[in-house]
């Protein structure tokens, strides 16, 4: 892309971005009526830093219109803690619902919680696959200069991060999607050893609720069954 292409995907985002996180806070749906109606692959979603699973939605009504029960951690807020903590209601979510087979479908933060949680020594199992998009797997150059914690945390030399990193005993379970321009995330989403499927499309939020994103979604749920 060029500068000025790159530029525009930044604008657009953002217009993005902010659009969904007013409808976020003006919505009242009821996360608990995902789980019914479908007899597919359970799947849990997991949002990104200072995103409530509101912002999914376009990810959450495609699943669930595809038949899959589709787990929402309401009890992440607005996701502004540590992975670690994250992967712990995570995996306290799973083990409370007794669920199995189950596919994490993420969002940026969300992938590297995501992770956690299928590395997790006792529950860990219970997680077939994940589909993570626009995960920062190896950091972001730009979280070091970040004037808060919880966006530092996401530096490539953040233990947390590295340690993530050095473990890919479940990459091959991940499907790591991602567009042709991040601007949160220059170095790119691509995991080692994972399935790497990049889109075409700008940014790091309007990938969401892309035709080709659902779709890639899709392929990556046939490859966990």
Do not use: C
Not at 124 to 147: C, E, K, L, N, Q
Not at 218 to 225: F, H, I, N, P, Q
Request: hydrophobic share 45%.
């Amino acid at each position: 892309m060029t500068p000025a292409e790159k530029a525009w995907s930044w604008a657009l985002d953002y217009r993005y971005a902010v659009a969904h996180q007013a409808q976020a806070v003006l919505d009242r749906t009821d996360p608990a009526r995902y789980r019914d109606g479908g007899t597919r692959r359970p799947v849990v979603v997991l949002p990104g830093i200072w995103e409530t699973w509101h912002f999914l939605k376009p990810l959450i009504e495609h699943l669930h219109h595809a038949g899959h029960p589709v787990h929402v951690l309401a009890e992440l807020g607005w996701n502004g803690g540590s992975v670690d903590a994250a992967a712990g209601l995570t995996v306290q979510h799973l083990r409370d619902h007794d669920l199995t087979d189950v596919m994490i479908v993420a969002h940026s933060k969300g992938g590297l919680i995501g992770k956690a949680a299928m590395l997790d020594a006792v529950e860990g199992g219970r997680v077939d696959a994940m589909a993570a998009i626009s995960a920062p797997f190896s950091g972001s150059v730009y979280a070091r200069y970040a004037p808060i914690r919880s966006i530092r945390a996401f530096s490539p030399r953040d233990p947390t991060t590295l340690r993530l990193a050095a473990n890919r005993e479940v990459n091959a379970r991940i499907t790591s999607i991602y567009g042709e321009f991040d601007p949160h995330i220059p170095g790119g989403s691509e995991l080692p050893g994972a399935t790497n499927v990049r889109v075409p499309v700008g940014g790091h939020f309007r990938i969401l609720a892309d035709a080709r994103t659902l779709s890639a979604l899709d392929e990556a749920l046939v490859r966990a069954a």
